[in-house]
């Protein structure tokens, strides 16, 4: 089934969570330019069709959407049962979706702190549990984690975040150990602040709470990265492809750092 030369993807199916916008978008559209064949799942049905939409028109893709919360589990297998049914085994699981409410730890109570965990964390346990049958089936899989620099090292007003995202590093360790044999490889993506929502959301946020500029709010996040700049979102996506490729078949357990040499772990 699978394929070589400009198109190395194809005879994969990839699922997406949080594929509807932000990098889940790019990264969905880096795997699809390689021949896979894409489904999107996210909370927002609006968004997923819009972006299949995209999809489809420009690169002829074959793309699922599936509608659930990566929090709810029973969602999640029947969501990714349903990718299965539309488009076959799934042997590539990106798990993007995520949300990053930031406050300080005292204002952060226990609903912030079990939300964030169950979306951050808990998501991505949901969906490798769904999907790893099919790879070890297939003997050949690849799990993306989308973590974040802040799996890696301590921030400030994120404490429920940093939690979730060094989780989210330790599972990825786990499960590259437990699936080493089975052809299957197991990573994470690091990203510093990358230009998405996310960060639009950060900065609204410093804006109302320190009445400083947006520029002003931006600059403070950029200061982070030492080459002084936001990540491109695209920049993310090729590095998840990278990692879906044959090429990088020894590559497992890894967090991958992309923040500019913010960190040198
Ligand atoms: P974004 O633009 O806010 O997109 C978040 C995506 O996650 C959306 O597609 C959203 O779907 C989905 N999502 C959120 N909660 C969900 C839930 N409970 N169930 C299903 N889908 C859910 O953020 P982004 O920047 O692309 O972030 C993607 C990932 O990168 C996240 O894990 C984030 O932590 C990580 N990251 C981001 C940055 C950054 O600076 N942007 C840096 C490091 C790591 P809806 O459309 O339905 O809301």
């Known amino acids: 089934m699978q394929a070589s030369g400009a198109q190395p993807l194809r005879g994969r199916h990839a699922v997406i969570t949080g594929g509807g916008r932000g990098m889940g978008a790019c990264i969905a559209a880096s795997l699809v330019r390689r021949g896979a064949a894409v489904s999107l799942l996210g909370r927002t049905a609006a968004t997923l069709a819009a972006t299949a939409?995209?999809?489809a028109a420009e690169h002829g893709a074959r793309v699922h959407?599936?509608?659930?919360?990566v929090a709810d589990e029973a969602s999640v297998a029947t969501a990714i049962a349903a990718c299965r049914e539309a488009l076959g085994p799934v042997t590539i699981m990106v798990n993007n979706a995520g949300i990053a409410p930031s406050a300080p730890f005292l204002k952060s109570d226990s609903a912030l702190w079990r939300r964030v965990l169950d979306v951050d964390l808990m998501g991505a346990v949901h969906a490798s549990r769904a999907v790893l049958p099919d790879m070890q089936a297939a003997q050949?899989?690849?799990v993306v984690n989308i973590a974040s620099t802040a799996g890696l090292t301590g921030m400030a007003y994120v404490t429920a975040y940093c939690a979730a995202k060094h989780a989210l590093i330790g599972f990825t360790r786990a499960l590259a150990m437990e699936t080493a044999r089975k052809g299957i490889t197991v990573n994470a993506v690091c990203p510093g602040y990358t230009d998405t929502d996310i960060v639009g959301d950060a900065l609204a946020n410093i804006t109302d709470k320190t009445g400083r500029s947006r520029e002003e709010a931006l600059a403070s996040l950029v200061a982070h990265n030492p080459q002084g700049r936001l990540i491109d979102p695209d920049e993310?996506?090729?590095t998840v492809a990278w990692l879906c490729s044959d090429a990088a078949v020894s590559v497992t357990g890894q967090s991958i750092v992309l923040a500019g040499?913010?960190?040198m772990p």
């Not at 959407?65 to 919360?69: C, E, F, L, S, Y």
């Open 65 to 69: 959407t599936a509608a659930a919360d």
């Open 140 to 142: 050949w899989g690849r």
């Open 261 to 263: 040499g913010e960190l």
């Open 53 to 55: 939409e995209r999809l």
């Open 236 to 238: 993310v996506a090729e």
